[in-house]
């Protein structure tokens, strides 16, 4: 099946990529960047509307719109909040169409080279995510392809890769490390987990992932580096059965506000604080976003943090639990280390009119959809 | 009686929305509108208590089913001889508090943060008190645990309401496992023994109770009236009332109150400022009510519970001014303040108050257990593993890289 709702967001997202690529200066480029962001949520929330005609065959036109929203808002935030200099707006534009493609073409092999695609755009000449990434990716081709069991284990395999769950974590932190926070968060956006063929397994791997990264993410003295940690135990929590489209939002948030962090100060560590009095949106936002990933009230993730423990095994659900748990204390830590004791002397600027706008909108959504959860499932 | 069960959590909630919006947005409202909203929104709340009290007394207690939230979480509010009372109580204190607060925190920097943060706490327990299930008890408490941690570390350029705050979190967060343990084991229909025991433990942290009480004195870094809200009042009464109202009481309720109560009656007396030893009562107290509740003593548990409350509030909203009440007492009296606590000296040995001074005075020793033999360790060894994994990660990237060239 073709959806054309995503078909179309894709190709926003594919005219914004030359579009911008064509800008020469950086500031002029991101503005171009927000530009088609704003587009592409645009034509998100109207493919919304659209009547979904699941057995109408090979095109249907509304399936997968609340999934390119996500998606483009997490894009909005990416172009928004982005630095100026470094950002690779084109790069993080393709993989958001990418990832709008895998929501458009509903067949696993399509969507599996589109993910090897993500992969091959991706690459920086890194030895390390090579030889994670391309095995991954070719994983999942030859799991899409063969039927049975081999094809369902492979499939878990590539999966597992992909998304840095334990034990196939190690090249993650050095990635986030490495590259541009809007290129990690466009990576992360593909939602992989579309290929995920449901196996206890993978269940079982998604809650110990998301509960041993995130007490790496509690215990890690660097912002940056509990980011990663972070982004890999939503991932855990998308794996074990959490919503992707409140992942997908959440991390962009909490990514891009790190980010913004990062281009703000030369230092992430949580030992040489901040001052909220002197950032109170950019601190405000963090936590924001970063308590809709540990599933609070009256955010996002709190409907899916409810449901979750009990859709699973005991056992499992108890992890899955603990792991939210941790996941709430490392970003009280993050936000406290990050943004209190100390007093702002080198002018340390807020959100800028564009960095709120994205911030804003992306907030909106989170607490209007943690106000009224069933926004979700009315989608 | 629908609307006023509404209104009682809808009308803190929608000012905190309010002012959170507007402070977002920058809208610069003077103190006094600020302070006036709060302060309005919580008094409204005691009214809307005192009116459900009237309905109940005339109609008696009801439930109010207002469907569902999402699917699996039924939204229901409950109006009864425990909920009332409190719900009255967390009203009047958060008005006089917010009252107290408009001269206390006057030109103060975070002054409409710290409206902001009352708003939600004030809310928060609302939410707590009236809730119908376990399930929406979990978003108030999480909520009051939030606003806590947040008041706590209110004065965030000095390193020790920071690391207060921190701490607070951190043991909320703990504790709510059992909480929300508790709501998955009803769902799963196990016994009434496991919901309990979980429930203890999400009581443990947010009552502060032993061993993780540690958290309460240092939570006397934040504001002085937040602290009389929270930790003298309010907040640390959540955890009696949990169990009150999902009908736990036993052994093990009684004997966390009385090891609770022992410890921090005799830590209590070691310490030498004011906040401190007004945190440690508080935990005294508050076991003491656990023992109420652990033997069945609902009605007597809800009324010390209550005035508990009240008391302890004015102690701490009075102890900035304590070193001039005592000399007031003193000229009053003609002579200094006879001392308290001589029957110690008659009844325990020479030797072992010696000894109990020295654990008393390194409060039993448990915050250094805790921190030195189970957290920092835990936090080494996976900072170790974390650091072996980057070298190992750098070595593998390296290695690469060197054949490739």
Redesign the interface.
């Known amino acids: 099946m073709i959806a054309l709702g995503p078909l179309a967001v894709g190709l926003v997202w594919l005219v914004g990529a030359i579009v911008v690529g064509r800008v020469t200066d950086p500031r002029q480029a991101r503005r171009a960047a927000t530009w088609t962001a704003s587009v592409a949520v645009g034509v998100s929330a109207v493919a919304l509307t659209l009547p979904e005609a699941p057995l109408g065959g090979s095109v249907s036109a509304g399936a997968g719109a609340v999934g390119c929203l996500a998606i483009s808002l997490a894009g909005l935030l990416v172009a928004a909040v982005s630095p100026v200099e470094g950002a690779a707006p084109v790069m993080a534009a393709r993989l958001f169409a990418v990832a709008c493609g895998l929501l458009a073409f509903q067949y696993a092999v399509v969507d599996a080279v589109l993910l090897a695609l993500s992969t091959y755009l991706v690459w920086s000449g890194d030895r390390l995510f090579a030889r994670y990434q391309f095995p991954g990716a070719l994983l999942l081709i030859v799991g899409a392809v063969l039927p049975g069991p081999a094809g369902t284990v492979l499939l878990a395999a590539g999966i597992v890769i992909r998304m840095a769950a334990f034990p196939a974590h190690a090249w993650f932190p050095r990635f986030v490390d490495r590259t541009p926070v809007g290129v990690v968060v466009a990576y992360q956006a593909a939602p992989v987990v579309l290929l995920e063929p449901s196996t206890v397994v993978l269940t079982v791997i998604g809650a110990i992932t998301a509960l041993t990264a995130a007490v790496f993410a509690a215990a890690s003295d660097d912002g940056r580096r509990s980011l990663a940690y972070l982004l890999i135990a939503t991932n855990g929590l998308v794996i074990a059965g959490a919503s992707w489209l409140v992942g997908t939002l959440a991390t962009a948030g909490l990514a891009m506000t790190v980010g913004a962090l990062a281009a703000r100060r030369e230092s992430l560590s949580l030992h040489e604080g901040g001052d909220f009095a002197a950032t109170p949106r950019l601190a405000v936002a963090y936590l924001v976003f970063g308590l809709s990933l540990a599933g609070f009230p009256l955010l996002a993730g709190f409907a899916e943090g409810h449901h979750l423990p009990h859709a699973v095994a005991t056992p499992i659900g108890i992890v899955v639990v603990i792991a939210l748990s941790v996941t709430g204390i490392a970003v009280m830590r993050g936000f406290l280390g990050l943004f209190t004791r100390r007093r702002a002397a080198n002018g340390e600027r807020d959100l800028t009119p564009l960095e709120n706008y994205g911030v804003v909108v992306a907030m909106a959504v989170l607490v209007v959809v943690g106000l009224a959860p069933g926004l979700l499932t009315w989608v | 009686m629908n609307a006023l069960v509404i209104a009682g959590v809808g009308v803190p909630l929608v000012t905190f929305l309010v002012l959170a919006v507007a402070l977002?947005f920058g809208l610069v409202w003077t103190e006094r509108v600020v302070s006036g909203l709060v302060v309005g929104a919580a008094a409204l709340s005691a009214l809307v208590g005192l009116a459900l009290a009237v309905v109940c007394i005339v109609e008696g207690p009801s439930a109010v089913s207002l469907g569902t939230?999402?699917?699996?979480?039924p939204l229901r509010l409950r109006a009864d001889w425990l909920s009332v009372p409190m719900v009255v109580l967390c009203g009047l204190l958060g008005c006089l508090i917010g009252a107290f607060s408009q001269r206390y925190l006057h030109r103060d920097?975070g002054y409409r943060r710290f409206y902001l943060l009352l708003a939600l706490f004030v809310a928060a327990v609302q939410v707590v008190v009236l809730a119908g299930t376990l399930?929406l008890l979990?978003?108030?408490w999480?909520?009051a645990g939030?606003a806590s941690?947040l008041l706590i570390?209110f004065f965030?350029?000095?390193?020790g309401p920071?690391a207060g705050?921190?701490r607070a979190?951190?043991t909320y967060?703990?504790s709510?496992?059992g909480l929300?343990?508790a709501v998955?084991a009803e769902?799963?229909r196990a016994g009434h023994g496991v919901v309990g025991l979980l429930l203890l433990w999400a009581v443990l942290g947010k009552s502060a109770q032993f061993p993780l009480g540690g958290w309460l004195p240092r939570a006397m870094e934040g504001p002085t009236p937040s602290s009389a809200i929270c930790y003298g009042a309010i907040s640390v009464s959540l955890g009696p009332y949990l169990l009150l109202r999902n009908g736990v009481d036993g052994p093990a309720v009684v004997a966390v109150g009385v090891v609770t109560a022992l410890y921090a009656t005799l830590v209590g007396r070691a310490q030498t400022d004011i906040k401190s030893s007004l945190a440690f009562a508080s935990m005294t107290q508050i076991a003491l009510v656990l023992i109420e509740v652990g033997l069945g003593w609902n009605v007597l548990a809800l009324v010390h519970l209550i005035t508990h409350a009240v008391l302890r509030s004015g102690q701490i909203l009075r102890s900035p001014s304590l070193l001039h009440d005592h000399h007031h007492l003193e000229q009053s009296l003609g002579a200094p303040v006879p001392t308290t606590g001589r029957h110690f000296e008659r009844l325990v040995p020479a030797r072992l108050r010696t000894w109990l001074y020295r654990f008393a005075l390194e409060r039993g020793y448990v915050d250094a257990f805790l921190v030195d033999r189970l957290v920092n360790p835990?936090?080494r060894t996976?900072?170790r593993?974390?650091a072996a994994?980057?070298r190992?990660?750098t070595t593998?990237?390296a290695n690469?890289?060197a054949v490739?060239r």
């Open positions: 977002w939230w999402f699917a699996g979480f920097p399930d979990v978003v108030g999480e909520l939030l941690a570390a965030h350029h000095r390193p920071v705050g921190l979190f951190i967060r703990i709510d496992i929300i343990g998955i769902h799963h835990l936090v996976v900072n593993a974390a994994e980057d190992w990660t593998v990237a690469r890289q490739s």
